[in-house]
T-cell receptor, first 113, second 109 residues
Framework: KAGVTQTPRYLIKTRGQQVTLSCSPI?????VSWYQQTPGQGLQFLFE???????NKGNFPGRFSGRQFSNSRSEMNVSTLELGDSALYLC????????????FGEGSRLTVL | EDQVTQSPEALRLQEGESSSLNCSYT??????LFWYRQDPGKGPEFLFT???AGEEKEKERLKATLTKKESFLHITAPKPEDSATYLC??????????FGTGTRLLVSP
């Protein structure tokens, strides 16, 4: 069974640009959540989607947005990039709702110059 | 505010030297406490879920326990392949996990 797939794995952007990250969940998983991981703050919740609906959102500015498609694939977008957005962005999927048992991808490492 | 604190930040053990990692938490309504393992360059890997005080879960050399205020991850006779960062998290609803900053474990042969 294929795991959670995230693309791209690595990317470099400059301040002010925007970026779109993609996540394909495990087949049959309908919940997709996104986390930002930095050395200083650790893992921080961005948002969660289930059946194309955002059910929960973390404390991030409006520059961070996401969506989920009917096939459960998800994308997140960061506009007007800042240096502090440099991080590992992790996507996770789960089969059951609200279990906390998440299956993470390997992440997309974003560097903002 | 929901909060998770892990200690120690880093731990170095000799192969076979047992120890415990601590996770203390404050949460308005516990919907589960979770342990994950993260290897360098990888996403976290789920290990255990604990729901109520007194509950214990075991997997190979790892055993997780839960009280009303904290959880422990006991590592018995660790091997070098157990080296990783161990993350503790609580579920605050709709898959929103609040993570601790982790314990970096290094097991030397």
């Amino acid at each position: 069974k294929a795991g959670v797939t995230q693309t791209p794995r690595y990317l470099i952007k400059t301040r002010g640009q925007q970026v779109t990250l993609s996540c394909s969940p495990i087949s049959g998983h309908r919940s997709v959540s996104w986390y930002q991981q930095t050395p200083g703050q650790g893992l921080q919740f961005l948002f969660e989607y289930f059946s194309e609906t955002q059910r929960n959102k973390g404390n991030f500015p409006g520059r961070f947005s996401g969506r989920q498609f009917s096939n459960s694939r998800s994308e997140m977008n960061v506009s007007t990039l800042e240096l502090g957005d440099s991080a590992l962005y992790l996507c996770a999927s789960s089969f059951s709702v609200n279990t906390g048992e998440l299956f993470f991808g390997e992440g997309s490492r974003l560097t903002v110059l | 505010e929901d909060q998770v604190t892990q200690s120690p930040e880093a731990l170095r053990l000799q192969e076979g030297e047992s120890s415990s990692l601590n996770c203390s938490y404050t949460v308005s309504g516990l919907r589960g406490l979770f342990w994950y393992r993260q290897d360098p360059g990888k996403g976290p890997e789920f290990l255990f879920t604990l729901y109520s005080a007194g509950e214990e879960k075991e997997k190979e050399r790892l055993k997780a326990t839960l009280t009303k205020k904290e959880s422990f991850l006991h590592i018995t006779a660790p091997k070098p392949e157990d080296s990783a960062t161990y993350l503790c998290a609580v579920n605050t609803g709709f898959q929103k996990l609040v993570f601790g900053t982790g314990t970096r474990l290094l097991v030397s042969p």
